[in-house]
């Protein structure tokens, strides 16, 4: 914006000179109304907008804007003025630090003394102005408010005059101050203003027979607990505390050309951050990042969980907005929510959120929420905003010091809850050093955009778009509440298409997440089934591995660590100080292998770049799969088996449409036979693919796909022990498929306690749903309870066939087949 420092004239923007101006003066102290005057009276105004008329000085406040100024006949120019203070500068910024902190004052915003001291340092202060508008402006902008008024009503027309200066003061302070102090101010007031708004209040109270009155104050109430009251300082010394936390612990390594492409975009647009959720200090990783490079602050949409004191006070100062879990039927609050939402996106504030809903406890991405979503394409579908971009975000750490309890919680144990003591524990538990932690940006994606093409009604004719990863909304309400009021069949559409586009989101974040050298590390020794390895073995499983990932140009971290022995050696030793390896160095040489107890931590690690390799492990067991049939027509029954694969996997890994990821399995087998285009069909998947599978050197259907087909058997032997046909209690069946699953563990009819995980079972339940293997049927309907009962046991059998498969596979593996 403009600063006193110079300006343009009025008549290039408004034609003529205007006759009047009014001086809108946001001044708290003595200091600051001098500082204004002697400015004014030096002609600032004449200056700036190279205008000779009066000028009458006003304050900032409703009360005077509606007494002195809202009536006028003419048409006066109205200027808001402030003074910016700023603090020293130090290292070439201008922060606030615990220093200024100790000596009581604010740089930012200092007492009547301090402000007096600082009138000698004339680089301490600016009077700023914000961007003018006409009177007649203000009027058009706001037609509901001037139209009350000419009925006679002045309060609102005043209190959004003061908005708007408000905003233009802000917009001209971060010229100076840097996008990364973008603020909201006066949101609830605003909301409480808006007539659309209080038009949906009305309807609210006589849906519930409430008096508008007690559900203006319930909307305030509710207003008041989500409006995060963003501080300058609370964000400067919150920056300042929590940054060590993770400085200390990872070397952050994000992506500056994305950074740069990113900043460029949101000139133009809100941007939505979607990251990955794999720790509590995800949104501290990516909030520096993106302040170090001059980024608004987001507005970080959390659960009512991390609210406590004294985190939650600070963080909604720093921008989180804090929303229950569950709305319930509590129509105000899901109106508050909904408003507030779409009044950021308006106001092109950026947001971030976590759409797995909660951190994923495998280290693989979690199937995605929609709630938010919904909101978010609500707004774009009312044409309150353009636009918003979405950004997946990936966050991955090489290590995390706060696995165990994760593990613990798989194992079947309870989560802690968050509290001053939890953190406390888990700031002690961040001071080891655990490597780096990459932060990468996916492709953005424009929700409108993306809403027309997965056929949103509203934007463009329908369009039918199989959804194969997608669990479904229940039809009546979204997990965060919101009910649904459109017709059924729009209503559909809709949830596919904020479900395509969650999708999306995901596959986005992917694309992006690199391999690093624990995730290969932990594959390697996952996968010899509790053997231990020497070093050298260790480089000859993850050498051909390495060759692959080269191949597929995919994204990775310092993989070259793991080409030299001696850099290796520091790898498995770091794991080791992890209590994630055990190294036995009695013998001839250190051999190496999982910690025992910490398969699961192991997992999280592998898993985080597991979905690289899900295609190669299916198309393994493809190949099996043909050339166990014995069929002449080898090629479809290993078709047919990848497509099954891919179904059963579906609530585990984002699949694409059935076309592409037929593309991918063709570029998989490329890649172990380059001459398989100029095959017969009959000699496609034959006994030389086999052949040049096995001398690929290296096997992936064990080390990636046997936890989960193991985790899907423990659940489907559950469902065929029960009575067909009864209501099943889901919590008491996840608890006990962990039971059953550390028995099956101790009878090695699993292969790895990283199958034994409350996530893994619950995504197999998903699955058995969706299989129809949860109905329910009366005991007399014998006819269904059979029926029910075989496909159950079919289900079982099938995963028992696969499980076969996998160790067959495991068998052709090189690692294992130079120890028989």
Do not use: C
């Given at each position: 914006?403009?600063?006193?420092?110079?300006?343009s004239?009025?008549?290039?923007?408004?034609?003529?000179?205007?006759?009047?101006?009014?001086?809108?003066?946001d001044?708290?102290?003595?200091v600051?109304?001098?500082l204004?005057?002697?400015?004014l009276?030096?002609g600032?105004?004449?200056?700036?907008f190279?205008?000779?008329?009066?000028?009458?000085?006003?304050?900032l406040d409703?009360g005077?804007?509606?007494?002195?100024?809202?009536?006028?006949?003419?048409?006066?120019?109205?200027?808001p003025v402030r003074?910016?203070?700023?603090?020293?500068?130090r290292?070439?910024?201008r922060?606030?630090t615990f220093?200024?902190?100790?000596l009581?004052?604010?740089?930012r915003?200092?007492?009547?003394?301090?402000q007096?001291?600082l009138l000698?340092?004339?680089?301490?202060?600016?009077?700023?102005?914000?961007?003018?508008?006409?009177?007649?402006?203000?009027r058009?902008?706001?037609?509901?408010?001037?139209?009350?008024?000419?009925?006679?009503t002045?309060?609102?027309?005043a209190r959004?005059i003061?908005?708007?200066?408000v905003?233009?003061?802000?917009?001209?302070?971060r010229?100076?101050?840097?996008?990364?102090?973008k603020?909201?101010?006066?949101?609830?007031?605003?909301i409480l203003?808006s007539p659309?708004?209080?038009?949906?209040?009305?309807?609210?109270?006589?849906?519930?027979g409430?008096?508008?009155?007690?559900?203006?104050?319930?909307?305030?109430?509710?207003?008041?607990e989500?409006?995060?009251?963003?501080s300058?300082?609370?964000?400067?010394?919150?920056?300042?505390?929590?940054r060590p936390?993770?400085?200390?612990?990872?070397?952050?390594?994000?992506?500056p050309?994305g950074?740069?492409a990113?900043?460029?975009l949101?000139?133009?647009?809100?941007?939505?951050?979607?990251?990955?959720?794999?720790s509590?200090v995800?949104?501290?990783?990516?909030?520096?990042v993106?302040?170090?490079?001059?980024f608004?602050?987001?507005?970080v949409?959390?659960?009512?969980?991390?609210?406590?004191?004294?985190?939650?006070?600070?963080?909604?100062?720093t921008?989180?907005?804090?929303?229950?879990?569950?709305?319930?039927?509590?129509?105000?609050?899901?109106a508050a929510?909904?408003?507030?939402?779409?009044?950021?996106?308006?106001?092109?504030?950026?947001?971030?959120?976590?759409?797995?809903?909660g951190?994923?406890?495998?280290?693989?991405?979690?199937?995605?929420?929609?709630g938010?979503?919904?909101?978010?394409?609500?707004?774009v579908?009312?044409?309150?905003?353009?636009?918003?971009?979405?950004v997946?975000?990936?966050?991955?750490?090489?290590?995390?010091?706060?696995?165990?309890?994760?593990?613990?919680?798989?194992?079947?144990?309870?989560?802690?809850?968050?509290?001053l003591k939890?953190?406390a524990?888990?700031?002690?538990s961040?001071?080891?050093?655990?490597?780096?932690?990459?932060?990468?940006?996916?492709e953005?994606?424009?929700?409108?955009?993306?809403?027309?093409?997965?056929g949103?009604?509203?934007?463009t004719?329908?369009?039918?778009i199989?959804?194969?990863?997608?669990?479904?909304i229940?039809?009546?309400?979204?997990?965060?509440?919101?009910?649904?009021?459109?017709?059924?069949?729009?209503?559909?559409?809709?949830?596919?298409?904020?479900?395509?586009?969650?999708?999306e989101?995901?596959?986005g974040?992917?694309?992006?997440?690199?391999?690093?050298?624990?995730?290969?590390?932990t594959?390697?020794?996952?996968?010899v089934?509790?053997?231990?390895?020497t070093?050298?073995?260790?480089?000859?499983?993850?050498?051909?591995?390495?060759?692959y990932?080269e191949?597929?140009?995919?994204?990775?971290?310092?993989?070259?660590?793991?080409?030299?022995?001696?850099?290796?050696?520091?790898?498995?030793?770091q794991?080791?100080?992890?209590?994630?390896?055990?190294?036995?160095?009695?013998?001839?040489?250190?051999?190496?292998?999982?910690?025992?107890?910490?398969h699961?931590?192991?997992?999280?690690?592998?898993?985080?770049?597991?979905?690289?390799?899900?295609n190669?492990?299916?198309?393994?067991?493809s190949?099996?799969?043909?050339?166990?049939?014995?069929?002449?027509?080898?090629?479809?029954?290993?078709?047919?088996?990848a497509?099954?694969l891919r179904?059963?996997?579906?609530?585990?890994f984002?699949?694409?449409?059935r076309?592409?990821?037929?593309?991918?399995?063709?570029?998989?087998?490329?890649?172990i036979?380059?001459?398989?285009?100029?095959r017969?069909?009959?000699?496609?998947?034959?006994?030389?693919?086999?052949?040049?599978?096995t001398?690929?050197?290296?096997?992936?259907?064990h080390?990636?796909?046997?936890?989960?087909?193991?985790?899907?058997l423990?659940?489907?032997?559950?469902?065929?022990?029960?009575a067909?046909?009864?209501?099943?209690?889901?919590?008491?069946?996840?608890?006990?498929a962990v039971?059953?699953?550390?028995q099956?563990m101790?009878q090695?009819r699993l292969?790895?306690p990283e199958?034994?995980?409350?996530?893994?079972?619950?995504?197999?339940?998903?699955l058995?749903?969706n299989y129809?293997?949860?109905d329910?049927?009366?005991p007399?309907a014998?006819?269904?309870?059979?029926?029910?009962?075989?496909?159950?046991?079919?289900?079982?059998?099938?995963?028992?066939?696969?499980?076969?498969?996998?160790?067959?596979a495991?068998?052709?593996d090189?690692?294992?087949m130079?120890?028989?």
């Amino acid at each position: 914006m403009i600063d006193h420092r110079g300006g343009s004239p009025a008549t290039a923007r408004f034609g003529t000179a205007p006759q009047s101006v009014v001086a809108l003066i946001d001044a708290a102290s003595g200091v600051e109304r001098e500082l204004v005057g002697a400015w004014l009276a030096e002609g600032g105004i004449a200056k700036e907008f190279g205008s000779d008329a009066p000028v009458t000085q006003l304050d900032l406040d409703a009360g005077a804007v509606a007494a002195r100024l809202v009536g006028r006949q003419d048409d006066p120019l109205v200027v808001p003025v402030r003074v910016l203070w700023l603090p020293p500068e130090r290292d070439g910024v201008r922060r606030m630090t615990f220093a200024d902190l100790a000596l009581l004052t604010n740089p930012r915003k200092p007492n009547r003394l301090v402000q007096r001291k600082l009138l000698q340092s004339p680089d301490r202060h600016v009077v700023l102005t914000g961007a003018p508008a006409l009177l007649s402006e203000l009027r058009a902008n706001n037609p509901e408010a001037s139209a009350l008024f000419t009925k006679g009503t002045t309060e609102p027309f005043a209190r959004a005059i003061v908005r708007a200066a408000v905003v233009a003061l802000e917009r001209a302070e971060r010229t100076i101050i840097g996008d990364r102090y973008k603020v909201p101010r006066l949101v609830a007031e605003e909301i409480l203003d808006s007539p659309d708004f209080l038009r949906r209040l009305e309807l609210i109270a006589d849906q519930i027979g409430a008096s508008p009155h007690e559900v203006y104050r319930r909307a305030e109430k509710a207003l008041g607990e989500l409006v995060a009251a963003q501080s300058r300082l609370v964000s400067d010394l919150f920056t300042q505390a929590m940054r060590p936390v993770h400085a200390s612990t990872w070397k952050v390594d994000s992506d500056p050309s994305g950074l740069a492409a990113l900043r460029d975009l949101n000139r133009r647009f809100p941007l939505v951050f979607l990251p990955s959720h794999r720790s509590y200090v995800d949104a501290f990783v990516l909030g520096d990042v993106l302040a170090r490079n001059d980024f608004p602050p987001n507005h970080v949409i959390g659960g009512a969980n991390l609210s406590f004191w004294p985190m939650g006070p600070i963080a909604r100062r720093t921008g989180t907005v804090f929303i229950r879990r569950s709305f319930g039927d509590d129509e105000v609050y899901k109106a508050a929510v909904e408003e507030y939402f779409a009044y950021l996106l308006a106001k092109r504030f950026n947001l971030e959120w976590y759409f797995e809903g909660g951190r994923t406890r495998t280290g693989k991405l979690r199937p995605p929420r929609y709630g938010l979503l919904n909101y978010l394409a609500a707004a774009v579908r009312s044409n309150r905003i353009d636009d918003v971009m979405l950004v997946p975000v990936s966050i991955t750490y090489e290590r995390l010091n706060e696995l165990g309890a994760i593990a613990s919680e798989q194992a079947g144990g309870t989560k802690k809850p968050e509290g001053l003591k939890w953190l406390a524990r888990y700031v002690r538990s961040q001071q080891h050093s655990a490597g780096h932690v990459y932060v990468r940006f996916g492709e953005p994606l424009s929700a409108r955009d993306r809403l027309a093409a997965f056929g949103d009604p509203l934007t463009t004719p329908p369009l039918t778009i199989p959804l194969h990863h997608i669990e479904p909304i229940p039809p009546s309400r979204t997990e965060a509440g919101t009910v649904d009021s459109s017709p059924p069949e729009v209503a559909e559409l809709e949830r596919k298409a904020v479900q395509r586009l969650a999708f999306e989101v995901a596959v986005g974040i992917n694309a992006v997440t690199p391999v690093t050298v624990n995730a290969l590390v932990t594959l390697a020794l996952l996968g010899v089934h509790g053997r231990a390895l020497t070093l050298g073995e260790v480089r000859a499983v993850l050498a051909p591995v390495l060759g692959y990932i080269e191949k597929r140009d995919l994204p990775r971290g310092e993989l070259d660590a793991l080409r030299d022995e001696q850099s290796l050696a520091v790898v498995l030793q770091q794991l080791s100080l992890a209590k994630v390896v055990t190294v036995y160095r009695g013998g001839l040489e250190p051999v190496y292998s999982i910690e025992a107890g910490a398969h699961l931590e192991a997992a999280f690690y592998r898993n985080s770049a597991v979905h690289w390799f899900v295609n190669r492990a299916i198309l393994e067991l493809s190949i099996l799969a043909a050339v166990e049939s014995g069929d002449t027509d080898g090629l479809r029954t290993g078709w047919h088996e990848a497509f099954r694969l891919r179904d059963l996997l579906k609530f585990e890994f984002f699949f694409p449409e059935r076309a592409e990821f037929a593309e991918h399995m063709v570029a998989e087998m490329l890649l172990i036979d380059p001459d398989w285009h100029s095959r017969t069909r009959a000699d496609t998947l034959g006994s030389d693919i086999l052949t040049n599978l096995t001398t690929s050197g290296f096997m992936m259907a064990h080390r990636v796909l046997r936890s989960f087909i193991d985790a899907q058997l423990v659940v489907a032997e559950r469902l065929a022990a029960r009575a067909a046909g009864d209501e099943i209690d889901r919590k008491a069946f996840i608890a006990e498929a962990v039971a059953v699953g550390k028995q099956m563990m101790l009878q090695q009819r699993l292969h790895s306690p990283e199958s034994v995980s409350t996530e893994l079972f619950t995504s197999a339940l998903k699955l058995a749903d969706n299989y129809g293997l949860l109905d329910t049927a009366p005991p007399d309907a014998v006819a269904r309870r059979t029926e029910l009962t075989e496909r159950r046991q079919e289900f079982a059998a099938r995963l028992r066939t696969i499980g076969n498969r996998i160790a067959r596979a495991a068998a052709l593996d090189p690692s294992n087949m130079d120890t028989r």
